[in-house]
T-cell receptor, first 112, second 113 residues
Framework: QKEVEQNSGPLSVPEGAIASLNCTYSDRGSQSFFWYRQYSGKSPELIMF????GDKEDGRFTAQLNKASQYVSLLIRDSQPSDSATYLC????????????FGTGTRLTVIP | GAVVSQHPSWVICKSGTSVKIECRSL??????MFWYRQFPKQSLMLMATSNEGSKATYEQGVEKDKFLINHASLTLSTLTVTSAHPEDSSFYIC?????????FGPGTRLTVT
């Protein structure tokens, strides 16, 4: 049974702080990993993806991947109230695999 | 990034009627599109994978005769909910895949009364 697990939260951080979102996955052979942000009533929007172990930075966002631990995280620096949303971790199990499996999401609230 | 559109954005229909939802990739060709369903406070659940020119692949538990999918061209896939019932009320989201990334449409909120 392939699984993608996230802490459902809610996770609350003060404005300007670092928000840390975590995700674990069950299939060691997973190839690519994605973070999506979903505002209430809206569809998910891609924040970033990561394929290789280590860190990948894009603006205020940093994705971290540790394949040995089957763990991927998303750090949001200088959190803003507009970052308040549900963050979905998604995993593509195999290279060339056609679809993504999603975690249940972590709800983040940034307190002004 | 790539743009995916959906139409309609919301629809209310009576129980027993059918509803068609369109998904279009606006600035790229998508040989594969996906249909998801999301109930309140739950994650996205993949319903089916739609391949251009061939039959859709449905996930376990999804009735293919109830959720008809047609992928007529490289930029258009449609989902028809046939004989809709209140339990089909949900947020339906399509997505289309480029080589590396998967982009989502804005979603269609279906309410069956």
């Amino acid at each position: 049974q392939k699984e993608v697990e996230q802490n459902s939260g809610p996770l609350s951080v003060p404005e300007g702080a670092i928000a840390s979102l975590n995700c674990t996955y069950s299939d060691r052979g997973s190839q690519s990993f994605f973070w999506y942000r979903q505002y209430s009533g809206k569809s998910p929007e891609l924040i970033m993806f990561i394929y290789s172990n280590g860190d990948k930075e894009d603006g205020r966002f940093t994705a971290q991947l540790n394949k040995a631990s089957q763990y991927v995280s998303l750090l949001i620096r200088d959190s803003q109230p507009s970052d308040s949303a549900t963050y979905l971790c998604a995993v593509n199990w195999r290279t060339g695999a056609n679809n993504l499996f999603f975690g249940t999401g972590t709800r983040l609230t940034v307190i002004p | 990034g790539a743009v995916v559109s959906q139409h309609p954005s919301w629809v209310i229909c009576k129980s027993g009627t059918s509803v068609k939802i369109e998904c279009r990739s606006l600035d790229f060709q998508a040989t594969t599109m996906f249909w998801y369903r999301q109930f309140p406070k739950q994650s996205l659940m993949l319903m089916a994978t739609s391949n251009e020119g061939s039959k859709a692949t449905y996930e376990q538990g999804v009735e293919k005769d109830k959720f008809l999918i047609n992928h007529a061209s490289l930029t258009l896939s449609t989902l028809t909910v046939t004989s809709a019932h209140p339990e089909d009320s949900s947020f339906y989201i399509c997505s289309a895949r480029t080589i590396y990334e998967q982009y989502f449409g804005p979603g269609t909120r279906l309410t069956v009364t």
